[in-house]
């Protein structure tokens, strides 16, 4: 039998077990490194990497954003590849905050 075996870390976590505690995911291990972060439900059977580890290795952009991303306590590999392009076309705080509009985690008061 072949099996597949993911090389790429699907998800990177910045939070330990609050996600856990408020029913938005369930808590694992870094694969890299063994700290204790969570991971939002759905990737069970995926590789999950700490923030820190993702951006070690250079998949995570080193960026301080005040945009959120699709879950409060971590990075998808797909929003970390647009990150690092967006940064690469030097536009990224405009897409950054587009995305958190179109997720509905932005909102004007006026």
Not at 1 to 25: K, N, Q, T, W
Not at 53 to 69: K, L, Q
Not at 71 to 98: H, M, N, P, S, Y
Request: with cysteine.
């Amino acid at each position: 039998m072949l099996r597949l075996v993911s090389s790429v870390p699907e998800f990177f976590a910045h939070s330990g077990d609050a996600p856990v505690r408020r029913g938005e995911g369930f808590g694992c291990q870094c694969a890299r490194c063994g700290r204790a972060i969570s991971a939002p439900f759905g990737y069970e059977r995926s590789l999950i990497w700490c923030l820190y580890c993702g951006m070690d290795e250079g998949y995570v952009p080193a960026v301080e954003s005040p945009w959120f991303h699709r879950w409060t306590f971590g990075v998808t590999r797909e929003e970390a590849l647009e990150d690092q392009k967006w940064i690469a076309k030097g536009c990224f705080e405009e897409l950054a905050e587009d995305r958190a509009r179109r997720a509905g985690r932005v909102i004007d008061l006026f």
